[in-house]
């Protein structure tokens, strides 16, 4: 079992930053890859960005340039560091692990972005 816990959301003004932290636990030899997705009212959950165990790195197009995932292999933490936010990337962030067999999810942080 894999156990993942989410940390740093909040309230902040267009234009402004955000650092999302995600500790992974359990076991963690089984996992390959460890992203971001979030999820709107009313709308589908989607892929921020996620990063391999090797360090490769995928981002939705509509944070490109603005957020940038990391990885800390002694800490088995994932960050997201998210600049120049936007009233639309307001959403519930949910920090995802995946090993060959199953997903593991976090609790979710919830991000705001006042206008």
């Known amino acids: 079992q894999v156990q993942v816990v989410e940390s740093g959301g909040g309230l902040v003004q267009a234009g402004g930053s955000l650092r999302l932290s995600c500790a992974a636990s359990g076991t963690i030899f089984s996992i390959y890859a460890m992203g971001w997705y979030r999820q709107a009212p009313g709308k589908q959950r989607e892929l921020v960005a996620e990063?391999?165990?090797?360090?490769?790195?995928n981002y939705a197009d509509s944070v490109k340039g603005r957020f940038t995932i990391s990885r800390d292999g002694a800490k088995n933490t994932v960050y997201l560091q998210m600049d120049s936010l936007k009233p639309e990337d307001t959403a519930v962030y949910y920090c995802?692990?995946?090993?060959?067999?199953?997903?593991?999810w976090g609790q979710g942080t919830q991000v705001t972005v006042s206008s």
């Open positions: 990063i391999t165990h090797g360090g490769n790195s």
């Open positions: 995802n692990a995946k090993s060959f067999t199953r997903e593991y």
